[in-house]
């Protein structure tokens, strides 16, 4: 199948052939026709299968113009760099026709969000919790939304936006159609679909899960960071130049201790991102990433759903992710568009049952691959690494009376009285034969 053959509108089908697409993806080609009968749709693909314009070519096939301001899509996706991301997509779809996108997150000023949706949008994607809050401050209205994306639900819903959600929904009319898109379907992601969608389709391009077969899997055993960090600079050492390479951490310390590690060899070559990176420097290294100006890039698992690369050769996974599933959005970042990617991950003794859980989710066992023999690797732990010492509970016994100290002397006989509520009347009584009147 070829785009030609979908019911594109011709605006659309010119942007798409300037962009040279050709062919549509399974995910794109499976769920165009049923998101264009106006059905509630649930599309489950992997990460790189193209899930943004799946949803887009319909909603954008079926938008009309009006000259009412108020948004008629809303996509609503867990962070800003996808934000960015989308809005961009958005824009590349419609050079053709005239529709006004813009996006909206947190992090950033809100006056400025304020008057760009009081201009007039008709598609507006954005985070949970900024549109909630330009929602409750009237300034955007969602009256007149009549199509509801939420991508990556999963997401969404581990990063604890159920509340938001749930909130914008309040926001939205009833007659509305809803696509929600995921690389993978838990069963708090069922239940909270099951609640919001109405009759959905479910159109699954690939089994979640499973794993990409462009993909080249390797695994490499190593003890502690320092014996990675050698192994790593050996990988680094040994790539071409015209290689991208992405390395997941699964924090921001951990990324920033590796960035510090490395950087010497490679100062003009790497670059990191994570959440505490500003918004600006976070979007410009993305942004050299992309154009090749920096080659390597640290990033953590938050950061990755919003990173949107081309030609990532080579994902390297310094440490495995705490949630299994993001093994699979790591390496998705690689091997797209009809390309062979190379996977490697470094795995300690404690990963063993993360690995085990990895490759049930894949169904598909890997093999480790031989260290090379010029990495030395060391015994020597970081701090962080060190195991920690557990002090077992004592029961503290009373010492025995007649072992004790001077602190557990006899008291005095003055000390010995008990103290004996005094009776007035009583008193008057004994030393004057009857009750001393007042007068």
Known sequence: MTFEELNLKKPIRNALIDLGYQTPTTIQAASFNVMMSGRDTIGIAQTGTGKTLAYLLPCLCMWKFSKDPHPQILIIVPTRELVA???????????????????????????????????????????????????????????????VVIDEVDETLSLGFR?????????????????????????????????????????????????????????????????????????????????????????????????????????????????????????????????????????TDLIARGIDVTDVTQVINFDLPENTENYIHRIGRTGRADKNGLAVTFVSEKDADTMAAIEALMQKKLDYSAVPED????????????????????????PKRDSVGASFHEKKAKNKKVNVRYNHKKAMQEKYGKPKKKR
Do not use: W
């Open 85 to 147: 991301q989308v809005v961009s997509e958005v824009e590349k779809l419609t050079p053709y026709m005239n529709v006004a996108v813009g996006g909206v997150y947190g992090g950033t000023n809100m006056n400025t969000q304020v008057a760009m949706v009081l201009q007039g949008l008709d598609v507006l994607v954005g985070t949970p919790g900024r549109i909630i809050d330009l929602a409750a401050s009237g300034s955007l209205q969602l009256k007149d939304i009549k199509k």
């Open 163 to 299: 509340p938001q959600l749930l909130r914008i929904f309040e926001f939205l009319p009833a007659k509305r159609q809803t696509m929600v898109f995921s690389a993978t379907l838990s069963e708090e992601v069922a239940d909270f679909l099951d609640a919001q969608l109405l009759n959905p389709a479910r159109i699954e391009a690939a089994r979640a899960g499973a794993p990409l077969d462009k993909i080249d899997q390797q695994l490499f055993e190593v003890p502690n960071f320092l014996s990675k960090v050698a192994l790593l600079k050996h990988l680094l050492q040994n790539s071409t130049d015209t290689d991208k390479i992405l390395i997941f951490v699964s924090s921001r310390a951990l990324a920033d201790l590796l960035h510090d590690t490395i950087t010497e060899e490679y100062p003009t070559e790497l670059g990191i991102i994570h959440s505490n990176k500003a918004q600006n420097f976070r979007f410009q290294t993305v942004q050299q990433f992309q154009n090749g100006e920096i080659k390597i890039l640290i990033a």
């Open 375 to 398: 990495v030395l690797f060391t015994e020597e732990m970081l701090e962080f690494e060190k195991p920690k010492l557990a002090i077992p509970g004592k029961l503290i016994k009373l």
